[in-house]
């Protein structure tokens, strides 16, 4: 344990908010959530300080935790983080993919917190039960999870955060109630609504705990392939846009989604933030897409934690939630555009290609490179490969040696959206002019005009050798 005083305060602290037990029971598959819980009674983020902890103190191996910064109040901004830390990459040596979810931007959705809390409970319980599925989505990712972004709304049960100098004034009471988090991002700020409802603080990321959760996405995740926000409300995933009505750039992938969430795991709406909710700017959804170019979504749990008087478990209440987490955790490397050469060959000046998409997201101004170093001594014409979809095309111009050839795109079509460029592992089939038309020559290739004539030296040889014995033999004879 980090501090066995301040832990023992911190229990002392839980104890008198009237949160859960801030000792779980012991961890099984089935038990991801302290008992006894409630609709209301919620995580303190004393008792998650005591959870995260503990976490990291007994299962080193697959969890790290980090401090990332603190509230308006000073609390603690903890994040844990989740990967088979024996291995720096995947088995073949590639990088592992990144997951970023968060929890908790307003402090009394607390189902949203719940979600966020279960989704890293699950993968350390089932990691030690040994359940394939979390083993494989260690070993080939790393899941960084925000579980309580807002601890002052929380431990207060009030949406906002404690900033009385910036926030929403109560039009009833004329009190300065704090900054709505979900409205202070650099996206579009304080853009939507005339006299903004919803506190959008003085300035973009005029907040701690805003500005800590965007340097992190900035600095440790930037090449995040899933960013998931969780917040409680009405039942339903929304991705971008909360400014405009119209289909983000990468529809198709959102859109994919939807389509094989729906068909095997929930009916859960997956719709547009401003179609299936109402306008809304300034959201660490849209900032998530539009400037870090990660595949986002808003996760909304039902909004029936108020109902007074019911018990039920959490992992029962949002299994189904859980589900379709461990869905998009398991296949973040098809959110993605992935590129492969499968057919490729030089005629002269001109390069014939067939690049495949393996992902579920397209990618536009895509280019085949053939490369010396930094230098490009070569690049096709820029071409959009659609998702799933494999491209034919030819450029001409060509007539290189000693380079690599890559493959050079962006991961989505939003522009904000990472560039790649990554080594094509084919070798191309060279044709080479005859009398009779054209012979495949290069690497590995079967030549006809070679063949032909190693077998006319070959019989000159034996011919040549023949003749020498013979020689050779007269000669014998004649001394």
Known sequence: ??????????????????????????????NLWPEPVSNYVHLTWASLTVDVNDWADENPDIVDLTDIGESYLGKTLWVVRL??????????????????????????EYLG???????????INEWNAGNEEAIRVLQNSEIHILVMLNPDGNDFDTRWNQNHTGGLTDPATGEVIGVDLNRNYAHYWNDCEPNNPFAPGGSAFSE??????????????????????????????????????????????FHFIRDDVHESISQIPIQNANQGLYPNCGTSRDYGYGVMGFPTFTFETDDE???????????DRLGEELDVMRYLIDNVWYWRARLVV???????????????????AST???????????????????????????????????????????????????????????????????????????????AGVFNPSTVIMSILCLAIIGRRSKI????????????
């Open 1 to 30: 344990m980090r501090s066995a005083t301040l832990m023992l305060g911190l229990l002392l602290i839980a104890g008198m908010s009237g949160g859960v037990s801030a000792q779980p029971p012991e961890s099984t598959a089935e």
């Open 83 to 108: 990967s088979d830390w024996s291995m720096e990459t995947k088995a073949d040596g590639s990088e592992k993919e990144i997951v970023y979810i968060d929890g908790g931007h307003h402090g009394n």
């Open 113 to 123: 917190t719940a979600l966020a809390y279960l989704s890293a409970k699950w993968y």
């Open 208 to 253: 701690s705990e805003t500005s800590s959760n965007s340097n992190y996405m900035n600095t440790v995740v930037p090449d995040a392939d899933l960013y998931v926000t969780m917040h409680t409300g009405v039942w339903i995933m929304l991705y971008p846009w909360g400014k405009w009505p119209e289909q983000p750039a990468d529809w198709e992938l």
């Open 305 to 315: 934690q108020f109902v007074p008087g019911t018990f039920e478990s959490l992992q």
């Open 342 to 360: 499968d057919e490729f060959k030089i005629d002269g000046e001109d390069v014939t290609y067939t690049v495949n998409n393996l992902g579920h």
């Open 364 to 442: 536009m101004n895509a280019t085949l490179q053939y490369i010396d170093g930094d230098n490009i001594l070569w690049q096709s014409n820029n071409f959009t490969a659609n998702a799933t979809e494999s491209v034919t095309a030819t450029t001409g111009g060509f007539g290189f040696e000693g380079g690599e050839w890559r493959l050079s795109y962006q991961k989505r079509v939003i522009t904000s959206s990472q560039w790649v460029n990554e080594t094509v592992n084919s070798t191309p089939t060279i044709m080479t002019p005859s009398d009779d038309g054209f012979f495949l020559d290069g």
């Open 468 to 479: 020498e014995e013979r020689q050779t033999e007269e000669r014998s004879l004649c001394a």
